[in-house]
């Protein structure tokens, strides 16, 4: 059910995911005056929200260049929606998927990354049959463990291929590290981005030598961000989540021990629906409202109040004092917000306690 704007937060129906408008736009403004300060780009990655209607916010107000992507179906989406500047920050490998990749090129800038010989050589082909020109990073495994080719000589192989295959051109580098967002000590954190900048480093100079010029150098997330962008190497941001943070973001610390500069802008709003029990209650928000891979939600400005287990369709949480009736409102702040979103059909976007916006997870469900 879309709800009506204008209407007050209490009439909402619950479970709903929420945005808290000021905090969202204090964010955007925070990371488009970083960036600008900074002398890098931002392409903001639209996995955390999969909204056109957010995206176009990033670009318009929070000054992105453009979107990431995960998936070509994310892609679509968004380039449907209007946004036409999209980087799909991962591999494309199946016949048909490259074919909807190569019809997306006639509609939008499109860029790609590839870690294989064979799927360069297919993406070319496809490319050249259709007459369009992709552009096309490689990607490095700089820690993540996941895809990417090493550093060095085994990426300029790659890029030297892209460079010669006839409806590919070769822009650059991919080389972000997940698993050191979350690392929520600075200094180890720190350490861990040095052992990145350092083999992309290398790696651009090696790419260099060879007469190949990195346009983009992309990676860098909410957790890790002023480390790339001051590493005089990396030129494009990769942050998502800053826009509307989680309860495992608020664990990471700057280096004076204070929290990342976002503000919690992502809730579920949930209604009591048992008090059944003494010191306890139960909330209508379970993990198919609020995701639990990073752990459990917290109940946003009640201390006394403990999220403290979750079931399909049950949130229950510890009440010591037995505030809580029937339909009273709580709103919890997800352990992530990427993929609570992706639980959700829509954001119900407010402000002063009103609904001022409904913004469609465009591209929901869309996982090819």
Not at 86 to 97: C, F, G, L, R, Y
Not at 132 to 147: A, F, K, P, Q
Not at 249 to 269: C, E, H, I, S
Not at 333 to 338: L, N, S
């Amino acid at each position: 059910m879309i709800p009506e704007r204008g209407i007050s937060i209490a009439e909402l129906d619950t479970p709903a995911l929420i945005v808290d408008l000021d905090a969202f736009e204090a964010n955007l403004d925070h990371m488009r005056d970083y960036v600008e300060r900074a002398g890098v780009r931002l392409r903001a990655h639209a996995k955390t929200h999969k909204s056109v209607d957010v995206a176009k916010l990033q670009i318009t107000r929070g000054g992105a260049c453009g979107v990431c992507v995960q998936k070509t179906a994310e892609a679509e989406a968004l380039v449907a929606g209007g946004i036409t500047d999209v980087m799909i920050s991962n591999q494309v490998t199946a016949p048909a998927k490259v074919a909807r990749v190569a019809a997306l090129t006639e509609k939008a800038r499109v860029l790609i990354c590839v870690d294989d010989s064979d799927n360069i050589a297919a993406l070319s082909r496809v490319m050249s049959d259709r007459s369009v020109s992709l552009e096309v990073l490689v990607e490095i495994d700089v820690g993540n463990g996941r895809c990417g080719v090493k550093p060095g000589a085994d990426a300029v192989i790659l890029a030297k291929q892209i460079a010669a295959a006839d409806g590919l051109r070769f822009v650059g580098l991919q080389a972000y590290q997940g698993h050191a967002q979350h690392i929520y000590d600075h200094a180890e954190r720190k350490a861990a981005v040095d052992a990145v900048i350092a083999q992309t480093t290398q790696t651009v100079e090696m790419l260099k030598e060879a007469g190949l010029a990195c346009d983009i150098v992309a990676g860098a997330g909410t957790g890790t961000h002023p480390f790339e962008a001051g590493s005089g190497v990396y030129n494009e941001l990769q942050c998502g989540s800053y826009v509307f943070m989680d309860t495992d973001y608020g664990r990471v610390r700057q280096k004076d021990d204070t929290p990342l500069p976002f503000q919690n802008a992502l809730f579920v709003l949930t209604s009591i629906m048992s008090v059944a029990g003494d010191g306890r209650a139960v909330c209508d928000a379970g993990h198919k409202a609020a995701s639990i891979d990073c752990g459990l939600s917290l109940v946003s400005g009640r201390e006394d109040l403990i999220y403290n287990d979750a079931s399909d369709e049950h949130g229950v949480i510890k009440d010591p004092a037995n505030s809580l009736h029937l339909n009273d409102q709580l709103w919890l702040i997800p352990g992530h917000c990427d993929p609570t979103v992706n639980l959700h059909d829509q954001i119900i976007a407010v402000r002063k306690g009103k609904v001022e916006e409904v913004w469609p997870v465009s591209a929901r469900g869309m996982g090819s």
